[in-house]
């Protein structure tokens, strides 16, 4: 298990631009401003890429009605292509947003609407990360069973700190790809 830890940390040390952050991941109850906050968002960074965003979704837990999360705002844009920074990236980075992970085809920024935290996913148009996004959104939309699994899950995995926030994620994984293989 440790081998597979320290590889899943080398691959993070060269994927995220400022490195291993730890963080206590801590859950917030269901918010019905979430939505919003999330309109907001979208509405921001339709203006500041325009037709360069291709869709923009609402993802993640806060993306669930009923469902705690931490309270951040998770969003996917679908860019032509992701690598290209210099066709979006300054435009991302003068809103406020930080570049956190460089992976090829897949771009992570930290930016905030009011007092949340925005991740946005920028991945390529049609890319499959986008499907199962959208997938296991709308299983724990529809299925009370399994956004109850989830959450139960993920209370088991909060109260602590992580080394960093995709090891938290990693930890969330087996319990995701159930769920998605029932969407």
């Known amino acids: 298990m440790l081998a597979t830890v320290t590889s899943r940390e080398e691959q993070l040390s060269r994927a995220l631009v400022h490195g291993m952050r730890p963080v206590l991941v801590e859950l917030a109850e269901p918010d019905p401003e ?66 956190r992970v460089r992976e090829p085809g897949h771009r992570c920024l930290r930016g905030a609407v009011g007092d949340l935290a925005v991740n946005l996913h920028c991945y390529p148009d049609g890319s499959p990360e986008i499907t199962r996004y959208l997938v296991f959104r709308d299983r724990l939309r529809t299925c009370a069973e399994d956004r109850e699994r989830y959450e139960a899950h993920k209370r088991g995995l909060a109260g602590r700190v992580w080394p960093d926030m995709n090891l938290y994620a990693d930890a969330k994984g087996p319990v995701i790809e159930e769920i998605i293989a029932r969407g």
């Open 34 to 99: 979430w939505p919003a906050a999330f309109d907001a968002a979208a509405a921001r960074l339709r203006a500041v890429l325009g037709e360069r965003a291709h869709r923009i979704e609402h993802i993640g837990s806060t993306s669930v009605p009923g469902l705690a999360a931490k309270p951040v705002i998770d969003v996917v844009v679908a860019l032509e292509d992701p690598d290209d920074e210099p066709a979006y990236l300054a435009a991302l980075l003068a809103e406020g947003y930080d570049l």
